[in-house]
């Protein structure tokens, strides 16, 4: 049996249709990775032999104009997997606190004009679109800059994290992930940004590597762990 998680209703339809040959060997579940534990108790599976992690944005999502994901179409602001959930793109511009949302852009998309972009925003607000939001972000960045790719790439991507709580559901589902598979089972985790290897590589070092310890104090008993890291991330 296959169980597939996702928060977009549209990618459930359309894998759905895909997958119709294998009857009920594939089962969906609309939510959110981090209902693993509570969807398996529901099912009565006790454990599994693999949970692959495909993380972040979907192409068809970005190649949606009314999505509101990408930087190269004009939207309302929006970016939500989930249209059911109330919080969207437009909410965090026009209603967080300006270090609040410094904050987001910095640490969701560690980028260097964060404060001014917010300044620029803060006056123009409410800013209801991507294009309006592309410029203003234009505006932020020095002439030099402009010709380093679009500027609008680590906004956008802040953004989107904030929305969607990437971050820390992912961190909630691997942990929920590793937990949940039998012996000799595999956590697989795709990423796709260094934000997000960093993050993986934490876990999964949590898990798999031992404590550190000061080699002048002798140990008395050797640590044994549960799990072992068994890849290298790939380049």
Do not use: C
Not at 48 to 72: E, K, M
Not at 122 to 150: M, Q, S, W
């Amino acid at each position: 049996m296959l169980l597939g998680f996702d928060k977009d209703i549209d990618a459930i339809e359309r894998t759905s249709k895909r997958l119709e040959p294998f009857g009920s060997q594939f089962q969906w579940v609309h939510s959110s990775y981090t209902a693993l534990i509570k969807t398996l108790k529901e099912k009565d599976i006790n454990e599994v032999d693999g949970v692959l992690f495909d993380l972040g944005v979907s192409s068809p999502q970005f190649d949606d104009a009314h999505r509101g994901f990408s930087y190269r179409f004009d939207a309302r602001l929006d970016m939500r997997m989930d249209q059911s959930q109330s919080l969207s793109a437009y909410e965090v511009v026009n209603t967080y606190e300006p270090k609040d949302l410094i904050r987001v852009l910095r640490e969701n998309g560690e980028e260097r004009y964060a404060k001014r972009i917010v300044e620029l925003i803060v006056e123009a607000r409410p800013v209801e679109t991507t294009f309006e939001l592309v410029d203003i972000i234009k505006r932020a960045y020095p002439n030099k800059e402009l010709k380093k790719g679009h500027p609008a790439k680590k906004v956008f991507q802040a953004l989107r994290i904030e929305v969607n709580n990437e971050f820390e559901e992912a961190k909630d589902a691997i942990r929920q992930a590793i937990e949940s598979i039998k012996v000799g089972g595999r956590v697989v985790v795709i990423t796709f940004h260094s934000l997000e290897d960093r993050l993986v590589k934490q876990l999964m070092n949590e898990y798999g590597k031992p404590k550190k310890v000061n080699p002048r104090i002798p140990e008395i008993t050797e640590e044994v762990l549960d799990y072992k890291l068994i890849t290298r991330a790939l380049k």
